[in-house]
């Protein structure tokens, strides 16, 4: 899709959060850096509890302080700083220059408002428009994300639509404004397969025509396969690979990725009758209140060496575009 | 579910959807419920008589009519006559003001303080929810009734300080309520996503959550419009309330010696106080019926 290269529009640098919980201090993101262009979609990876939805989190401006803190690094939008905006610039790019769409299209919606009341929401918050004209807006803005009968539709109320239709109600809500950024934090795991690829589809039409970037955070290799530019894979709090979207999936470098890869099952035609058993990675993310000094991965993998266990990897590049945080990895290129 | 009645698909896919309004829905959920269709038309008349009392009747409750402790329905006056010969239909018809009166300015009180207490804990936490919290135990270990006795009796015993009195020791029910109400929707998707969109946190408290957690308040509202008449009774009852305004509870307190000789001094304006935070009660459930999406058309 974008191959262009462009300054980019948003860019994060080395930026470390952290929570207080009863057990410590725990790390949650340790030195995320993400570079995003206008038009680019980055898909990010990673099991449940690896700092994938507080990445967005603290993108937004969202992180809840306390328990969290933001410990270091910087955010940056078209080159201006986020981290420390006042609050008031911050509500003025929420859902205006950046917004968001959760998981839970369920109970993403206010229940006692109409859909058209939500939409129309943000842009008389951001632009000012009277009520009348912001309900023609969103009446506008289900139409754009596919919604059958628009101008009856705006008029009701959440639990008067599906699953499917409230997603694309909270895509129509996000985009409302043109923001330069959308984060979907893993907006089809509600969702059954075919809505999924519904949903997929409106938005990669709708980036088309607006150019917005997308950060697509979810643990579907499927959904990264079908929507990606660039692939970040996140583990405990980093971010252990990063490349295009073919680098990773036809040639993960990193032994985390290469599990995540060959966990995802396989269609096939005619089973054996002998299914194959499912891969899967042994052990569970470790507690992020105590991750010691090594690779946080290093308990669970295969390829783990003395020096795995005392030193953290840092991010080296294998080949061009393409990096890996892995000692291994990096062994193996250098020998 | 309520959606499949209103919702026609044809085999095309074409929807044709007729919305009903959620203020129909209400009333229609509301009128499913007889007792509370029925408390609510005895209330109407009630508060009506409240309004219209003088126009009821040509004689002061205070003036002396007939002969002390006449049994009802002697010589016209249809619930006797107290100790002093006052009618006691008449002090029941005046005293219905200062009760409904009482009863809901306390009750607006206890909304207002709890309300603002409650939502500010349950939306901020942190040091707010502490301190407010504190706060609220504060007069929670007082005993309630003790500590409005001590209010009135500090100021004179004015109808607006037994309001003021009532709504300060009551207000801590609703605060608590409505402080677990804002901690449990404010972690909900649908905050987060007002909070994406940039809203500000005014706008999140009072447009994005209190419209969700009113239901449980409304129906807390309407008995706590029945608890206060009961804290005025009593307070009249001790003989704390203004004694130039007749209430029922100060109706029974001035004849409380004569219970054993004359029953219908209290029983009366006792029934008066029961039938109607009965029906407050009753209409407290219906609004919970009404509102409660749990339990829509089950």
């Not at chain 1, 803005?141 to 101008?151: G, N, Q, T, Y």
Request: net charge negative; with cysteine; charged share 20%.
């Amino acid at each position: 899709m974008n191959t262009v290269p462009t300054a980019p529009l948003l860019e994060v640098d080395n930026l470390q959060v952290e929570f207080k919980t009863r057990r410590g201090i725990a790390r949650v993101l340790d030195g995320i850096s993400l570079s995003l262009s206008a038009g680019e979609t980055l898909g990010i990876v990673g099991e449940s509890g690896c700092g994938k939805s507080m990445t967005a989190l603290s993108i937004m401006g969202l992180v809840p302080q306390p328990p969290g803190r933001i410990a270091g690094g910087e955010i940056k939008l078209s080159g201006e700083e986020l981290l420390g905006a006042t609050e008031r610039r911050m509500r003025q790019i929420r859902g205006n220059e950046i917004s968001m769409i959760f998981q839970e299209p369920m109970t993403s919606l206010n229940p006692v408002y109409t859909v058209g009341d939500q939409i129309a929401e943000t842009v008389i918050e951001h632009e000012g428009l009277s009520s009348h004209e912001a309900m023609n807006r969103a009446t506008e803005m289900l139409r754009a994300v596919k919604i059958p009968a628009p101008e009856q539709r705006v008029r009701e109320c959440p639990h008067q639509l599906s699953g499917g239709m409230r997603q694309r109600v909270m895509i129509a809500m996000a985009l409302a404004c043109r923001p330069q950024v959308l984060i979907a934090d893993e907006p089809t795991t509600a969702l059954d397969v075919t809505v999924q690829a519904q949903v997929f589809d409106l938005l990669k039409d709708l980036q088309e025509i607006s150019k917005t970037t997308i950060i697509l955070i979810t643990h579907d290799m499927g959904a990264i396969a079908e929507m990606a530019d660039r692939v970040a894979v996140m583990y405990a709090g980093r971010i252990i690979e990063t490349g295009s979207v073919q680098d990773i999936l036809r040639d993960p470098q990193h032994p985390y990725t290469q599990g995540l890869i060959s966990c995802v099952p396989h269609l096939v035609r005619d089973p054996p009758a002998e299914r194959p058993v499912l891969l899967e990675i042994p052990g569970v993310v470790p507690p992020l209140t105590d991750l010691g000094q090594g690779c946080a991965f290093e308990p669970r993998c295969a390829r783990s060496q003395a020096r795995c266990r005392t030193e953290k990897p840092k991010s080296r590049e294998t080949t061009s575009d393409h990096l890996c945080a892995c000692w291994a990895v990096e062994e193996e290129a250098s020998a | 579910m309520a959606d499949t009645s209103s919702d026609e698909r044809t085999i095309t896919g074409d929807v044709k959807v007729t919305i009903e309004h959620p203020f129909t829905e209400f009333l229609r959920m509301y009128f499913k419920n007889i007792a509370a269709v029925l408390a609510f038309i005895c209330f109407t008349v009630i508060v009506l008589v409240a309004i219209l009392g003088p126009l009821l009747t040509d004689l002061d409750p205070f003036r002396i009519v007939w002969m002390p402790i006449a049994p009802p329905g002697q010589d016209g006056f249809l619930l006797g006559t107290d100790s002093l010969g006052r009618s006691i239909a008449v002090q029941i018809l005046y005293g219905a003001r200062a009760s409904l009166a009482v009863g809901a300015a306390a009750a607006a009180i206890t909304l207002v303080i709890g309300l603002l207490v409650g939502s500010l804990a349950g939306y901020y936490r942190g040091w707010v929810d502490e301190a407010l919290m504190r706060v609220t135990e504060f007069f929670q270990v007082l005993p309630p009734l003790l500590l409005s006795m001590v209010l009135v009796g500090l100021f004179s015993p004015t109808l607006q300080t037994v309001v003021f009195a009532i709504g300060v020791v009551s207000w801590t029910g609703v605060a608590r309520l409505a402080r677990a109400e804002f901690m449990k929707i404010r972690e909900l998707e649908y905050v987060k996503a007002a909070r994406s969109i940039g809203s500000k946190d005014a706008r999140i408290i009072w447009r994005v959550i209190l419209p969700n957690a009113l239901p449980p308040l409304i129906v807390t509202a309407a008995l706590t419009v029945g608890a206060a008449i009961l804290f005025e009774a009593a307070l009249s009852f001790l003989g704390l309330s203004d004694p130039n305004i007749v209430s029922w509870g100060k109706i029974i307190g001035d004849n409380r010696d004569y219970f054993l000789e004359a029953p219908w001094t209290v029983i009366f304006p006792g029934l008066a106080i029961f039938v109607t935070v009965l029906c407050i009660n009753l209409i407290g459930d219906g609004l919970n019926d009404a509102f409660n999406p749990k339990l829509r058309e089950r």
